[in-house]
């Protein structure tokens, strides 16, 4: 008996450790295209309608979702984790956790009083940062922050959890080297443990990706409007924004229910 449980546990541990390695994988190349596509060209100082298409549906959209979401499929098909571990829920309790990631946003900006703006800023704001809030989401928490949980697991069930959190918080803080000044900068990555650390409580408490990428992304448009010169620039409609914000809703709706919900039907 004993010899068998050695058995499943050495196969689980071997899985975990293969999932770690595709985790890794995946956000070192959405990295590097962050960098190569955004901080490179320093596009949020310098933005362009062709620049940030190009730099959200290819970094953001293609590999920081669609790409995330194919590697998850494999993890469902050899049972290395399962759908509501990954934060993949019913209807009804997404719901649910969404309208308290929205009651916990508003209350998270209250607190923090940013400078008075105008809806419209804040909507831009928004629509903005959500393209890239998908991708980090996808990337930092439910394949690294997973992967290394499901690993630890194998290690003990103690220490599962905060390796999950520690792991998400930290190369979500680190993978801000590829973007634009004031985010690449040692002092601000440090900063950025701290909106890190909440969205991985946040996530491993609700088990809930939608929730957790509109909370997460009170927390960015935060950051972003913060750090910006003239926010002003932003309060005016900006329909090609919205066009590519929901282009990437639609592409992590579309890769949730054909890789992700599909392949655990298929299982």
Not at 52 to 81: D, E, H, K, P
Request: hydrophobic share 50%; proline share 4%.
């Amino acid at each position: 008996m004993s010899r068998h449980l050695s058995s499943k546990e050495t196969r689980i541990g071997s899985k975990a450790g293969a999932a770690v390695s595709w985790s890794i994988a995946v956000y070192l190349v959405w990295t590097l295209a962050t960098y190569m596509l955004e901080g490179r060209i320093h596009l949020l100082q310098q933005p362009t309608v062709a620049g940030r298409y190009t730099y959200v549906m290819i970094a953001n959209v293609l590999i920081g979702t669609i790409g995330a979401f194919w590697v998850i499929r494999s993890w469902l098909n050899s049972r290395v984790v399962t759908l509501p571990q990954l934060g993949f829920r019913t209807p009804s309790r997404t719901a649910l956790t969404t309208g308290i990631a929205v009651v916990m946003g508003v209350v998270y900006l209250w607190l923090l009083r940013p400078a008075a703006l105008s809806p419209l800023v804040f909507i831009n704001g928004y629509a903005q940062v959500l393209t890239v809030s998908i991708a980090e989401v996808a990337v930092c928490w439910v394949l690294v922050g997973a992967s290394f949980e499901a690993l630890a697991k194998s290690k003990g069930k103690f220490l599962s959890l905060p390796a999950g959190i520690v792991a998400a918080t930290i190369l979500f803080s680190v993978y801000h080297v590829g973007h634009s000044a004031p985010f690449n900068q040692i002092k601000m990555m440090l900063i950025l443990l701290v909106p890190g650390i909440v969205t991985s409580l946040f996530y491993f408490m609700s088990r809930e990706i939608y929730a957790t990428i509109l909370f997460h992304n009170f927390q960015g448009t935060y950051g972003v409007l913060s750090n910006l010169e003239n926010p002003e620039i932003l309060n005016r409609p900006l329909y090609p924004l919205y066009f590519l914000a929901i282009l990437a809703v639609v592409a992590l709706i579309a890769a949730d229910r054909l890789l992700v919900r599909r392949a655990s039907r298929d299982g």
